[in-house]
């Protein structure tokens, strides 16, 4: 028998109608569905010992001969019970409620048996396999599977694994014969990682399975651009008076700086997308400080001026407001709203065309708005499939996300192949690196007197960022500072020496309206000194603010510290940001000196995926993100491979894993 990939499992040997039907439950419907259910462990039984040579509680395998079998009942409770033998000694060895050992234990037959012994010298519970050069439960690496289903047993599902490997169908493998690496082709990868002959093959063979599923990914990608192309018509704009020679000449006079050369390329390459009838699907990233707003309010007062109307949706109210207040000083005569979600509920739209800013709330009211332009900041999170916008009278409005979450280029272009890119990879000229040192916490003390006395003396604002918003009951948090326990504290410290200060406290729990009293406050100076926390602290852009200090940063990824470290020193000034450890480590402690000493945004994404994974650099889980199953997002240099291996590939080439708009994965119908 030869097996497809594309074949129905119910022609496997040895799965019949119960189990085919408990299988497409759990969506194993093909040979190649079975056939990714990868090991997640070896147990090493290739160890083949005399009796007299085992050790207690160590897996090995035995060669010996059965001397004696029996079986006994006690109630329900069946106990089988064998001698064995072989040159070295006898062994005892017991099951307990096994039907099936017995028929195995034929007295006189040479048999593997692989177990671990235990203290009082016996086998419990041994794997007996007939002896052979090919064996599937002993005396080899043997694969430990998860339970897929309750009528699938580990051992069945080891024997059915081995039946498909062992007859699986070659396939012309394209990108096997492409690659510059050696890897096994896709059928040799499988056999592999299901039956290695030693771990060191695993490895590579993993690695070509996690290729296909990145080439994968992207192909789906390129589908989605494609799809995106060829339906989503859009209202192409006008652009009066343009020179392409003099491109600067053209930008808003209201601009009180001139952009950098990376802001006016990524200016160029949004507006040229809005003269067209396709809907721009573009995503503007940069890092912390250099400039992005700017670029998006361009774009918005662009709209605007073909008298249509632009939205900008952010992640939480503070951000949306401060985008208002900073797009109004930049364009006084573009005409701003802010949405909130209590206005939505009676919101009708203006006659005259404007820029609608807000959050959820404007989402809630994109058909009545009727944007030519959405702008998203961070709204998407960085999920693969990006959110399909509302048609608009026959007509889909451009999208344009920003994104100041810093990320390995190569990277950027595997999540997002299906979006055209912006990257703004210059920061504006004046913007001092912010000093940063971790503060031991024997000077902890010292450090609350120097941030007091520098806020007095150079008349800025400092943030005090915590991890939590109330003091954790959990013994492994209890030492993280927490914003309400801080607030008290630094209340306390500078009652005395420094009355004049003004100290505030904003996070997630508080109402809508203590929230809002306490930003006006802070952007007016009567708050000096604010304790937050990063999902409400993300947004603030306080000119003056000089210093930020983050509590029990060992528990932040070296990008959300990047991230941080960025909401000082906006307007050119010098700052400081001082770092406290609640639980010290020696591994964390040179984390957070690599961050004090570097200010590349991307080279500490670099490091923060070497570190902890994609988890922390990209936020809350997502799809298309954590959910790989056999690629890895700290492997830089295997994505690379892959994009370079995209361009070779034939247009005709499928992948055997990839995604569905679902995001789940699939396999295909045919080889």
């Not at 573009?334 to 609608?356: D, G, N, V, W």
């Not at 505030?504 to 930003?519: E, F």
Request: proline share 5%; aromatic share 8%; charged share 25%.
């Amino acid at each position: 028998m030869i097996y497809r990939l594309s074949d129905p499992i119910s022609v496997v040997k040895g799965i019949g109608e119960t189990l085919r039907r408990a299988l497409n439950q759990v969506e194993i419907q093909t040979v190649l569905d079975l056939t990714l259910q990868l090991p997640y462990r070896y147990e090493d039984r290739s160890n083949i010992v005399f009796i007299n040579e085992l050790k207690i509680d160590e897996p090995a395998t035995i060669k010996a001969v059965v001397r004696r079998a029996n079986i006994s009942y006690q109630g329900r409770r069946r106990t089988v019970r064998a001698t064995i033998e072989d040159a070295s000694g006898k062994l005892q060895c017991i099951w307990f409620n096994n039907r099936f050992v017995i028929n195995q234990l034929k007295e006189g037959s040479e048999l593997y048996f692989a177990g671990k012994l235990n203290e009082r010298g016996m086998f419990v519970q041994p794997t007996v396999e007939i002896i052979s050069d090919d064996t599937i439960h002993t005396a080899r690496l043997v694969p430990i599977y998860s339970q897929l289903t309750k009528e699938l047993k580990i051992g069945s599902l080891r024997r059915i694994i081995k039946e498909i490997v062992d007859h699986l169908q070659v396939i012309d493998d394209q990108i096997v014969k492409l690659t510059e690496q050696t890897y096994p082709n896709f059928i040799e990868a499988l056999q592999t990682l299901h039956f290695p002959s030693e771990t060191k093959e695993v490895e590579s063979a993993r690695e070509r399975l996690a290729l296909e599923e990145l080439l994968g990914l992207i192909a789906h990608s390129h589908q989605i651009k494609a799809k995106w192309q060829k339906e989503h018509s859009a209202q192409p704009l006008q652009l009066k008076n343009y020179d392409a020679h003099n491109f600067s000449a053209w930008l808003p006079k209201s601009i009180p700086f001139k952009l950098t050369g990376a802001q006016v390329k990524a200016t160029r390459e949004i507006l040229i997308d809005l003269q067209k009838d396709v809907a721009m699907n573009r995503l503007l990233t940069g890092d912390v400080g250099s400039g992005k707003t700017v670029v998006a309010g361009i774009a918005a007062h662009f709209v605007w001026q073909n008298q249509l109307n632009a939205v900008l949706i952010a992640p939480t109210q503070i951000l949306a407001q401060q985008h208002a207040e900073s797009l109004t000083k930049l364009f006084p005569d573009l005409k701003i709203e802010q949405l909130t979600s209590k206005e939505s509920a009676k919101f009708k739209p203006s006659i005259s065309p404007k820029l609608y800013i807000g959050t959820h709330a404007v989402i809630n009211r994109l058909d009545l708005i009727q944007p030519s332009l959405i702008i998203y900041d961070e709204q998407h999170r960085f999920g693969v499939k990006q959110r399909s916008p509302l048609k608009t009278k026959n007509k889909t409005p451009h999208v344009l996300t920003m994104s100041a979450t810093p990320i390995p280029r190569s990277l950027m272009l595997t999540l997002f192949s299906h979006l055209s890119l912006s990257v703004i990879d210059e920061l504006p000229p004046g913007i001092k690196p912010t000093k940063t040192w971790l503060v031991p916490h024997k000077k902890r003390s010292d450090g609350w007197q120097w941030l007091a006395e520098k806020i007095t003396h150079t008349h800025g604002q400092a943030l005090i960022v915590c991890p939590f918003i109330e003091p954790s009951l959990h013994e492994t948090l209890g030492n993280v500072t927490a914003a309400t326990k801080l607030f008290k504290e630094i209340q306390t410290n500078f009652q005395k020496s420094f009355p004049k200060l003004k100290i505030g406290l904003l996070h997630g729990s508080l109402k809508p309206d203590q929230k809002q009293a306490i930003i006006e406050q802070v952007f007016a100076k009567k708050i000096d000194v604010l304790i937050t926390t990063p999902v409400v602290e993300v947004g603030i852009d306080l000119p003056s603010a000089n210093v930020v200090v983050i509590e029990g940063a060992e528990r932040f990824g070296l990008a959300s510290l990047h991230q941080l470290r960025g909401r000082v020193g906006r307007a050119g000034q010098e700052s400081f940001c001082l770092l406290s450890m609640s639980n010290f480590s020696k591994s964390a402690a040179q984390r957070l000196k690599i961050f004090s000493q570097e200010h590349d945004g991307l080279k500490l994404a670099e490091q923060d995926l070497k570190n902890r994974g994609a988890g922390d650099l990209f936020g809350f889980r997502q799809h298309g993100l954590s959910d790989l199953r056999f690629a890895s997002w700290t492997n830089l240099k295997l994505i690379q491979e892959a994009h370079q291996l995209q361009n070779k590939l034939a247009k005709t080439w499928q992948p055997l894993i990839f995604y569905q708009d679902n995001n789940k994965k699939t396999t295909p119908t045919a080889n």
